[in-house]
């Protein structure tokens, strides 16, 4: 099979961040934070990274984070846009943003051909979480083609100290694939536990040791007209509501349930970290600062 290919959904506005986070520089050299997952995901046997982005950042993100890569492995964008809408939709009126992160996996259908994982721009992985991955999209062929793969963190070791951040939070069976799903767009510390809202507004206690998404999927591309017709299906329920968003959740959760996906949970050891508040980043810093001097990095990830 081709080698596995990897989506990074970088098409966020950076609204709690305030700013462009995806091409704020981290590293020794003034590397990004998604340019380390991209290197774990080099050496863990990916052969393309496709840049989902909005057209308007296109030339800044270009210039400042995809012209690094292109010596090293083949490159493609993709361009997420509110008018991306299945057919017999339109964008309703007042509608300002895309819609969200179930529609920057679709963005990337005609530059995906072979099996691909999907991760956020802003969050570090670890090495081993992209290996995992990665053995498991190369043995895609022999599973279903509508069965993929999540790679679960713990929830208490990826909050953010600084307010709340989302989270999928999940369930799983005894055979180790996913049953159940949550989108938390709030979820924060609570001592060593955690507390989320809820649907009706109302914080709710969450174990700090739950499975937690982190928005890395892995999956065939089998699961792009099973999400169009998610898609469809959002925008009859919910496409009204201006501030509806389409997450990966929400037609993962769907598809399990109709027995028509199945998700393998892959348990990483690996460390987590991310940027959600402009406080975060600090700590980021210093975490990438403590893996190059323990050599897990080299103090320049693209060498001219």
């Not at 462009?20 to 997952?37: A, C, F, M, R």
């Not at 895309?98 to 691909?116: C, I, K, N």
């Not at 890395?216 to 591309?221: V, Y």
Request: net charge neutral.
């Amino acid at each position: 099979m081709n080698a596995p290919s990897l989506v990074v959904m970088a098409a966020g506005m950076g609204s709690r961040y305030g700013g462009l986070k995806q091409i704020d520089p981290i590293g020794p050299s003034g590397e990004t934070l998604l340019e380390y997952s991209v290197y774990d995901a080099r050496r863990a046997g990916f052969g393309k990274v496709v840049f989902v982005i909005r057209k308007d950042i296109e030339e800044a993100f270009r210039s400042a984070v995809g012209k690094r890569f292109e010596k090293h492995l083949a490159v493609a964008y993709a361009f997420q846009a509110l008018e991306d809408l299945p057919s017999g939709f339109a964008v309703p009126e007042g509608r300002t943003k895309p819609w969200g992160t179930s529609q920057a996996v679709l963005s990337a259908r005609e530059a995906v051909r072979e099996p691909f994982a999907v991760i956020n721009a802003d969050d570090f992985y670890g090495a081993a979480s992209f290996r995992a991955i990665a053995d498991h999209l190369r043995a895609a062929e022999e599973h279903h083609p509508a069965e993929g793969a999540m790679v679960g963190y713990i929830l208490r070791n990826t909050l953010s100290d600084y307010g709340p951040v989302a989270r999928g939070v999940c369930r799983e069976d005894a055979e180790g694939c996913l049953v159940e799903v949550v989108e938390r767009t709030k979820v924060a510390r609570d001592g060593t536990e955690a507390r989320g809202l809820d649907d009706n507004g109302v914080w709710q206690p969450i174990s700090g040791d739950a499975v937690t998404s982190m928005n890395l999927w892995g999956f065939t591309p089998a699961i792009f007209p099973l999400f169009q017709e998610e898609f469809a299906r959002f925008l009859r329920e919910s496409g009204g509501d201006l501030k509806a968003e389409f997450y990966i959740p929400t037609p993962v959760q769907r598809l399990i349930a109709a027995k028509r996906l199945r998700i393998r949970i892959l348990r990483s050891g690996a460390p987590w970290f991310g940027i959600t508040y402009r406080d975060d980043k600090p700590r980021v810093v210093e975490s990438i600062r403590r893996l190059v001097s323990e050599g897990e990095y080299p103090p320049r990830l693209w060498p001219e």
